[in-house]
């Protein structure tokens, strides 16, 4: 089974959400998703003031297998892409929870971060894919 940390909240799409401090949230591909794409050879990461509702595509990686969009699992505003994605997209590969991050929203009022999974209903989810 892949890593599913128990602190992130998750979407069907396979993306996860860190809530931050500071309330902004930090967005980024599950390891599941990862081993399924194999090893990622492009990112194109939405800019800084781009705006999306819950389920928008939100960007795209490609790896030597496919191309899969990326959907913004809340609504919000981007406040920052992974700039170390354009020339090292594979840190999703190595650390999908870490340096591997995508994009930092500032969630809009009605974002829909509670409709998210738990780590425990994102396994069942997946299990149940497979």
């Not at 492009?42 to 899969?68: M, R, Y």
């Not at 609504?75 to 999703?92: C, R, Y």
């Amino acid at each position: 089974m892949s890593e599913v940390p128990e602190d992130l909240k998750y979407a069907k799409t396979h993306e996860w959400v860190r809530v931050e401090e500071d309330g902004t949230v930090t967005v980024g591909i599950t390891d599941h998703a990862q081993e399924k794409l194999g090893d990622l050879v492009f990112a194109e990461l939405p800019n800084e003031g781009d705006q999306f509702n819950a389920e928008d595509i939100s960007g795209v990686l490609e790896s030597v297998k496919a191309a899969s969009d990326v959907y913004s699992p809340i609504a919000g505003d981007v406040i920052e892409s992974n700039t170390a994605l354009a020339d090292e997209p594979g840190l999703v590969n190595r650390s999908p929870y870490g340096d591997g991050w995508l994009f930092k929203l500032k969630p809009a009022k009605d974002s829909g971060l509670e409709s998210l999974s738990t780590a425990e209903q994102y396994r069942e989810f997946v299990a149940k894919e497979e």
